[in-house]
């Protein structure tokens, strides 16, 4: 299989269910974003704590199916799509961390060790990434799972970050205003 066909070389690519596009147009935004963020959380692996690694690793594999999901304008019963269970399994990391860490009463600055700053990072992606899911969702019918999932996985990153950094010995710091 060749890795390049030429297909797009007019500024048009296929969706998944092969009907094409202009490369700018907003569903190619949204589920690109999601692919930067996927490559971003690519290189924040390995954190040095396994089961941050394993629960980025799970992530990732669902930023697959968020992509599948909005690059699919008309889904059939057996094309991957985004389900509420993927959020839930998200809360459900994000409440086990949360223990872990100390009450946040104010803003801190995105940082810290390599790891942590980079989940800082991907969590900024994520925004940025469900901004276009919303942008998307203005002008076509899309799966609400979707835009929900990528706001509980920004959630996710910060307290992601905040843990690798406290494990790591990095303090946390806060804005002077």
């Known amino acids: 299989m060749k890795i390049y066909t030429g297909r797009g070389d007019e500024g048009m690519t296929d969706l998944r269910d092969m ?3 202009s490369k700018t147009s907003a569903r190619i935004e949204a589920y690109g974003t999601v692919d930067e963020l996927n490559a971003l959380l690519g290189t924040v692996r ?10 980025l690793e799970t992530v990732q594999n669902h930023l ?6 909005l690059a699919n304008p008309n889904p059939d019963d057996d094309d991957p799509v985004v389900e509420s269970g993927h959020t839930n399994q998200l809360e ?8 872990e ?8 600055l995105p940082g ?8 800082h990072h991907a969590r900024t992606v994520c925004r940025r990434a469900e901004r276009r899911a919303v942008a998307l969702a203005a002008e ?4 609400d799972d979707a835009v929900e999932y990528l706001n509980r996985l920004s959630d996710a990153l910060f307290v992601l ?3 690798v950094n406290k494990r790591d010995g990095v303090r946390e710091e806060n804005p002077e205003y």
């Open 19 to 21: 009907s094409r596009v």
């Open 46 to 55: 390995p954190t040095g704590h396994d089961d941050v690694d394993d629960h």
């Open 64 to 69: 697959h199916v968020v992509q599948a999901d």
């Open 92 to 99: 459900a990391l994000i409440d086990s961390y949360d223990d």
């Open 101 to 108: 860490l100390d009450p946040l009463e104010q803003f801190i």
């Open 112 to 119: 810290g060790a390599d790891s942590g700053a980079s989940l």
């Open 140 to 143: 076509e019918t899309i799966n």
């Open 161 to 163: 970050a905040r843990v």
